[in-house]
């Protein structure tokens, strides 16, 4: 409802690939904002900034319209079927308050790749752990920019909009491959020694 990439742009433009392939095509696949893009979403944040509650909310009511598999990765949503309750759920103002920091700690660093690269995977790490797969990731920044665009009203642009998209595909590159090395480290842990690799003595 309203917004044309919700539910869509998601599925059409993070296509599921196996961990190998995801981890050999990350560095490549992943896109990259030029300057103008990156000060376009920096002054756009200026505004969004003051609603960020409201964009929140909103955000995950529409995430949870749209793609209702989702609660499955939050407790305290999972049972909830009346989803303009949540509308007014502290729980889910908190969540969406906690998402909309690491937005704007992303935006802060986007002139800072090697800062902005630490943040991202480190949080697909943490994703792992509370056992929220890499597929959902993409839907998020779908439901982003449909909650943002009335707020910008005339401020939002075709432009506006490939910027954001940008930002969150490469957000979402950079989650799913922290997910996977934590999940290969989860998975090292679990092997006896006798089943782990060999590791080669390369020393000189």
């Known amino acids: 409802m309203g917004c044309a990439i919700s539910?869509?742009?998601?599925?059409?433009?993070f296509g599921e690939r196996s961990p190998e392939v995801e981890e050999e095509d990350a560095a490549a696949a992943r896109p990259h904002l030029s300057e103008r893009h990156i000060q376009m979403i920096k002054e756009s944040w200026k505004v969004i900034r003051d609603d960020i509650a409201k964009v929140g909310i909103i955000m995950f009511v529409r995430l949870f319209e749209t793609h209702p598999e989702c609660k499955d990765v939050f407790f305290l949503f999972r049972?909830?079927?009346?989803?303009?309750?949540?509308?007014?759920?502290?729980?889910?103002?908190?969540?969406?308050?906690?998402?909309?920091?690491?937005?704007?700690?992303?935006?802060?660093?986007?002139?800072?790749?090697?800062?902005?690269e630490a943040l991202v995977l480190e949080l697909g790490k943490s994703h792992y752990h509370y056992n929220a797969p890499p597929k959902y990731y993409s839907y998020v920044g779908a439901e982003f920019i449909c909650a943002?665009?009335?707020?910008?009203?005339?401020?939002?642009?075709?432009?506006?909009?490939?910027?954001?998209?940008?930002?969150?595909?490469?957000?979402?590159?950079?989650?799913?491959?922290?997910?996977?090395?934590?999940?290969?480290?989860?998975?090292?842990?679990?092997?006896?020694?006798?089943?782990?690799?060999?590791?080669?003595?390369t020393a000189l």
Request: net charge positive; aromatic share 6%; proline share 4%.
């Open 148 to 201: 943002v665009q009335p707020i910008l009203k005339d401020r939002w642009t075709a432009e506006l909009e490939e910027a954001w998209k940008t930002m969150f595909q490469y957000v979402t590159s950079l989650m799913k491959q922290g997910y996977q090395e934590e999940s290969s480290r989860q998975r090292q842990l679990t092997l006896s020694p006798r089943d782990r690799p060999e590791r080669s003595n």
């Open 79 to 116: 049972d909830v079927e009346d989803l303009e309750r949540l509308r007014t759920s502290r729980e889910l103002r908190a969540h969406g308050l906690r998402v909309m920091s690491f937005i704007e700690k992303s935006v802060a660093r986007l002139d800072q790749p090697e800062r902005l």
């Open 7 to 13: 539910g869509l742009a998601a599925k059409a433009e």
